[in-house]
């Protein structure tokens, strides 16, 4: 089947791979692709179509048409006219019931016309309704291309790398080496992105000019201009971003000046039997031609509106091919042209003059390849004397070099289709959309190309228009009795062709935080779990519970490492914090520490934490474990918004946290601190500096957990020291972890919120019962209009704690139910040892959100009572805390 | 049936009247739907539908097109359940078929924190009878086997709701416009919407591309300019506008039926009747009109989905694309009378106004021809910003598709 070995061939045919094919082996050449090599073993059957299973061949022979997907290696949809085989591949026909050459599906090609007008589905299966899933199933199953492997697991890797360039060139035909050649004697640095295995574009299947085109890619690169080879980009993005596929890594370029130098779409012809086997695109010949040696057929008739087609038959020629008639359009527009044949063309009839032939190029408008203009909001514009659209008004940045501009020649405008009545004349290849399902659609009123569009789904196959778009439009345009320039173009949107999402994902990484006592935990044998991204600490054993009495009883230490830690520093930090916070923080003694809530604009609470003065100008800020960045950018922008004297700093990472808590923390301190810490010299919500263990350190004398405690903060890197000697030291008080689930139970009995727990996007300080932490008597506070308003209008719910003297687990979220609706939720709930109860927290209605008061919640499907407790189950008056 | 062998104009073309009772602002499934409730359910047909662009331009042809119920705010669930209801229906209504597909949706959980959101969403859906529910990791593989439950951010659970679903979107805007059409509306595609005339705090028409047109009743049924155009009747909206993107994938034989929905990792996925993978992200968190897609958008759409079905590896997006999105501070929207009489507003759909079509139809059409505000409906009203009664959606609405 191969021709005599010819100059300038892609084959080498000393080596050879052998690959099977529906496991029958294939022999190809080191050069060839799957779709050359099934060529040459006499395959002219690729594909079926997606909806009538009309029998395809090789048509672009370029990747840019849906005829040659097949399945590779258990990889459906692959373009296989583009894909090399390596030893041993395996390629699987799709969308096939039986075997490419007898598809029972194509059955819907032979009688179901009638029944499968376009959008038939709309108006069928309606009714009964019942039926509807049965239908569907079946229309799922016949839908689709190939078909994915579920158990793939295992991913191909992937590298994203950034570039810069000052001129990115993207195409590697002439005009894209002759721009890029200027702009690097032009002295910028310049990088050329070619799809290929080597630049020459088009003009590397024409033997008159492939040698030309090798001396100027060379000139180039001796130039300075680096040439990326098997680079496709894959848009143009804000920024001239450009991100560029090469296999295996996807490189992200962004360019001062992007040249789209992108060349020509060759457009089909409308006519009917234009997707029969054997119907050609002038690239697809030119390359089974002059690439991989194959003679495209015997006998060719070839339709062209310009030179391309009377050059691909001088091509043609040379291979061997006899050409029975080249059809120029520039001369004569035919009116009829069918094309016949069963399993491949085998006549063409133009105007009534029948050839027969085996081959039928059909060489379409020039269509300007724009996609990346469009990406970049270039306009496009219907040029009525050449039948294309072309951009113009670029956007600063981009340019256009060559055919892609709209620097075709001038070719003749073909008819948007020839002849109607003789089978069906194929607009959109990837759809199977004809000719008269674009009659059919304007008649029912799809009156605007993008009515149209997505009516009879032309232009959304895989090829995305590149193939259809002109003709779609054109079509349209004719059954509207409007001209192209009315009806317009359909949006090109990136990418400019299919991406892999495993491309696009790059390594997989798993973003986890963890601090630097993390691999202690892991050795007590902590069960490790996500909040947010950090890992943490759930408990330490099975029974939560004995941690909780661990910290009541004795002494417990827990890393709070994840606490958002930011300094505010400057002569305007006390206001700064005043106007953020609504309470006051400028007339906290230096060494003294208040707790804060956060409020928005509206006056809902996003944050809180404890804020403690280091010195006079001077606070350090702890936030939420999650919230530790958002805060700090809402600090960093209210800085900007009121130019105060003030500096910021998130030392957030670079400060690990300890908490030390339990009626025998004192005496581990004592042990550990460099410092007094008696009650008198060391009081509760002190702040006081020294060493622990040595280690420089911040001791915040506070009480989240409900017992006396100390919350160390340090630098990270000390971590495990840190951590290992309190343990040392704190053995005699049998020192015990605790992980965030005891962590939780202890703070539920102080009735201590979690922001985003107990709190949700319309909580307000007073709703969620502090109005101590209010101060509107101060000049103003973010939020503080809102607050008043709540005051205003008066409290409508509360935050209050409960317990459910059933000793029945509500799920948190569980309804606060007033007759027999939601009024109010739990928030949080469990249950506590310490006070013998299933106790939580609840947003209830403020009519029943007095102490002792019963209210309704949802209980397993069903009611059950809760009582009101208004203040913390343990230790009420917080004596343990100053203790 | 019949129809796919006789052809007939879905839609007809009008010369623009002087006067209409009622002119509709947006010609999206909204808008639509509002036009064909008015005549079919209270008899109003002197209406006209004014599209700047061509029908379903908007996010009614830009959504994801799913469907469902399981809102985390009892009025939000309750006005969803009813929407879903008549979404069950409307093929038949419409004799048109929508292609709805309630193959179930997954949110799911990837924290503890997540689980106790899917537990009070499910507790408020099962007090409005709402089929919703939070199952474990065994169920979630039982409902979706080709699901990775152990990546980089492993599945907990997920609230499961089985009537969400599918639908064609384009279906619902074209048989909505049919309906509108055969019941005696006009639909007018190509005339924008200049300005709007108030005397005296009274609607009284608007100005067009195409000249004046006189109205009893204005309403708008935009997205993404609502801002502007409630503006033209001198009436504040406490929306800020933003982009959403979605893609979609080369279409492959069937692989998954339920929606898989994850807040925490940004990101749902359907598989569409054709075959290809229908998938997005939340909303941008800057505000914007263009609607330039972005690179980052596909990148990191990627790497969470693979993390959740590391099967697509190999699958191809084929195009992504953008839609504006209203967001109001609450993240529920805004319908209803506003200070302008015979100014009615429907706008702030942010993320989710396709899947509130035909309640919102039938609750504007009732609105329009009684004068009062239907009860469901109620909770949206304008006035909730100055009263302070907000219907927070926004705690459960990292993704809310």
Request: glycine share 10%; net charge negative; with cysteine.
């Amino acid at each position: 089947m191969r021709l005599p070995p010819r100059e300038h061939e892609l084959i080498d045919r000393s080596k050879t791979v052998t690959f099977t094919f529906e496991g029958e082996p294939v022999r190809a050449f080191a050069g060839d692709t799957i779709g050359s090599a099934l060529f040459a073993a006499g395959r002219r059957v690729f594909g079926r179509s997606f909806k009538y299973h009309r029998r395809r061949g090789l048509l672009c022979c370029s990747g840019q048409c849906p005829n040659c997907m097949m399945t590779v290696d258990g990889v459906p949809n692959v373009r296989v006219c583009v894909r090399p085989p390596r030893e041993g591949t395996v390629v699987k026909a799709q969308n096939v019931v039986g075997s490419l050459d007898r598809d029972l599906m194509a059955v819907t090609d032979r009688i179901g016309g009638p029944f499968t007008p376009v959008g038939f589905y709309y108006k069928t299966f309606i009714r009964p309704r019942w039926a509807w899933p049965y239908y569907e199933k079946f229309l799922r199953n016949a839908a689709g291309l190939g078909k994915l492997d579920p158990h793939v697991t295992e991913r191909r890797r992937v590298d994203h790398e950034h570039a810069h360039a000052e001129v990115l060139v993207v195409g590697g035909g002439q005009s894209g080496l002759e721009a890029a050649l200027a702009h690097a004697r032009a002295g910028r640095q310049v990088v050329l992105i070619d799809e290929g295995p080597e630049p020459g574009g088009h003009q590397l299947a024409n033997r008159e000019r492939i040698m030309t085109m090798r001396s100027l890619a060379a000139e180039t690169a001796q130039a300075g201009v680096e040439i990326l080879p098997f680079a496709r980009a894959i848009g143009l993005y804000e920024g001239n971003l450009v991100p560029v596929d090469r296999g295996s890594t996807l490189v992200k370029f962004r360019a001062e000046t992007v040249v789209a130098a992108t060349g020509t779409l060759e457009q089909p012809l409308v006519f009917a039997g234009n997707d029969l086997p054997g119907v050609m695109l002038p690239a697809g010949a030119r390359r089974l031609a002059n690439y991989w040696s194959l003679r495209p057929g015997e006998r060719a008739v070839v339709l062209t509106v310009d030179d391309r087609g009377v050059e691909t038959a001088r091509e043609l020629e040379a291979a061997g091919v006899e050409i029975a008639e080249v059809v120029d359009y520039r001369e004569r527009v035919p009116r009829s042209v069918v094309a016949k044949g069963r399993k491949q063309v085998r006549s063409l009839t133009v105007d009534g003059k029948r050839f027969d032939c085996d081959l039928v190029v059909m060489s379409g408008s020039p269509q300007p390849n724009y996609g990346l203009l469009a990406h970049a909001r270039a306009r496009v514009e219907f040029d009525p004397g050449r039948g294309i659209f072309v951009p113009v008004e670029l956007p600063p940045g981009v340019e256009v070099a060559g055919e892609a501009s709209g620097d075709v020649g001038s070719p003749a405008v073909p008819p948007p289709s020839h002849g109607e009545g003789e089978g069906k004349s194929i607009v959109c290849f990837c759809e199977d959309v004809t000719t008269k399902d674009f009659k059919d659609a304007v008649a029912e009123g799809f009156d605007s190309i993008q009515l149209a569009k997505r009516y009879t789904t032309a232009t959304m196959g895989p090829c995305q228009g590149r193939l259809c778009h002109l003709n779609a439009v054109r079509v349209a345009a004719r059954e509207t009795r409007t001209d192209e320039g009315t009806i317009g173009t359909t949006t090109a949107r990136p990418p400019t062709s299919p991406v892999s999402m495993g491309l696009l994902a790059g390594r997989p990484h798993e973003a986890a935080k963890r601090t630097s006592m993390h691999h202690r935990h892991k050795d007590m044998g902590a069960t490790v779990f996500w909040t947010g991204s950090w890992r943490r600490p759930h408990s330490y054993s099975a029974d939560p519970q004995a941690e909780v009495r661990a910290v009541h009883e004795s002494l417990g230490v827990i890393d709070v490492s994840t606490l958002g830690k930011l300094l505010v520093k400057g002569p305007d930090a006390g206001a700064f914090l005043d106007r953020l916070y609504p309470n006051r923080f400028s007339d906290l003694k230096v060494g003294r520490i208040r707790y804060g809530v956060l409020t928005n604009d509206a006056g809902r609470i996003f944050d809180d934490g404890t804020v403690a003065r280091l010195a006079d100008d001077e606070f350090y800020v702890t936030t939420t474990s999650t919230g530790a960045d958002g805060v700090f950018q809402w600090f960093e922008w209210w800085n900007a918004v009121w130019h105060m004297d003030v500096e910021l700093a998130n030392v957030t990472g670079a400060v690990a946290a300890v908490n030390v808590t339990g009626p025998n923390a004192r005496k581990l301190m004592e042990r550990v601190f460099d410092g007094d810490v008696g009650n008198e010299a060391f009081a509760y919500l002190d702040a006081k500096r020294g060493h622990v263990a040595g280690v420089p350190a911040l001791i915040l004398r506070i009480g989240f957990v409900g017992e006396l405690g100390y919350e160390l903060h340090f630098p990270s890197p000390h971590g495990e020291h840190v951590w290992d000697a309190l343990f040392e030291h704190g053995a005699e008080w049998n020192a015990t972890p605790f992980g965030l689930e005891p962590q939780r139970i202890l703070r539920l009995e102080k009735t201590h919120i979690l922001v985003g727990q107990d709190t949700d996007a319309e909580s307000n300080p007073l709703e969620a019962a502090m109005p101590w932490i209010v101060k509107l008597d101060k000049d103003d506070f973010i939020g503080k209009w809102a607050i008043e308003h709540v005051q205003e209008r008066g409290l409508r719910s509360l935050l209050v704690g409960f317990e459910v003297p059933s000793g029945r687990m509500p799920v948190e979220g569980a309804q606060v139910v007033v007759g027999g609706k939601s009024a109010g939720r739990v928030t949080s709930v469990r249950y506590s040892e310490q006070v013998g109860k299933v106790i939580g927290m609840a947003i209830v209605p403020i009519d029943l959100s007095g102490e002792g008061t019963t209210f309704e919640i949802r209980i397993g499907g069903e009611l059950d009572q809760a009582v009101v407790r208004t203040q913390p189950f343990h230790d009420p008056e917080g004596a343990k805390l100053r203790s | 049936m019949r129809d796919i062998f006789f052809k007939k104009k879905m839609w007809r073309r009008h010369e623009l009247k002087p006067r209409y009772d009622v002119v509709i602002i947006g010609g999206g499934a909204h808008g639509l739907a509002t036009a064909y409730y008015l005549a079919k359910n209270h008899g109003i047909t002197n209406v006209c539908v004014l599209e700047k662009s061509y029908i379903g331009a908007g996010g009614s042809g830009r959504n994801t097109t799913i469907i469902r119920s399981n809102y985390r705010t009892p009025e939000g669930a309750e006005f969803y359940r009813d929407s879903v209801k008549l979404y069950e229906h409307l093929a038949q209504d419409l004799d048109f078929n929508l292609m709805f597909s309630q193959h179930g949706h997954l949110t799911l959980a990837h924290s503890d924190r997540g689980m106790v959101v899917s537990a009070e969403r499910a507790e408020v859906n099962q007090l409005l009878g709402i089929d919703s529910r939070v199952v474990g990791r065994d169920e979630v593989m039982e409902i979706c086997p080709q699901i990775h439950l152990d990546g980089a951010f492993p599945v907990y659970g997920a609230l499961y709701h089985p009537p969400g679903g599918v639908i064609r979107h384009d279906a619902v805007v074209w048989g909505y416009a049919r309906g509108a059409d055969r019941g005696g509306a006009e639909i007018h595609q190509g005339i924008e919407v200049t300005g709007i005339d108030v005397s005296n705090g009274r609607a009284t028409g608007v100005q067009t591309s195409r000249g004046p047109v006189a109205a009893g009743t204005v309403i708008a049924c935009t997205a993404g300019w609502s801002t502007q155009l409630a503006a033209m009747a001198g009436v504040k909206l406490p929306i800020w506008t933003t982009i959403l993107q979605a893609c979609v994938t080369e279409p492959v034989k069937p692989f998954l039926d339920v929606i898989i929905v994850s807040g925490q990792l940004h990101i749902y996925i359907s598989q569409t009747d054709r075959g290809e993978f229908l998938m997005g992200s939340g909303v941008e968190p800057y505000p914007t009109f263009s609607f330039t897609s972005t690179f980052g958008f596909i990148e990191e759409l990627s790497k969470h989905m693979l993390d959740l079905f590391p099967q697509l590896a190999s699958t191809r997006i084929l195009r992504q694309w953008t839609g504006l999105c209203d967001m109001t501070p609450d993240f529920s929207p805004v319908m209803g009378l506003t200070e302008v009489d015979g100014f009615v507003v429907d706008c702030g759909w942010g993320t989710y106004g396709f899947k509130a079509t035909p309640i919102v139809g039938t609750t504007l059409a009732e609105l329009v021809a009684t004068g009062t505000t239907p009860r469901l409906i109620e909770p949206f009203k304008l006035e909730r910003f100055y009263t302070d009664t907000l219907v927070s959606e926004a705690a459960a609405a990292s993704v809310t598709h």
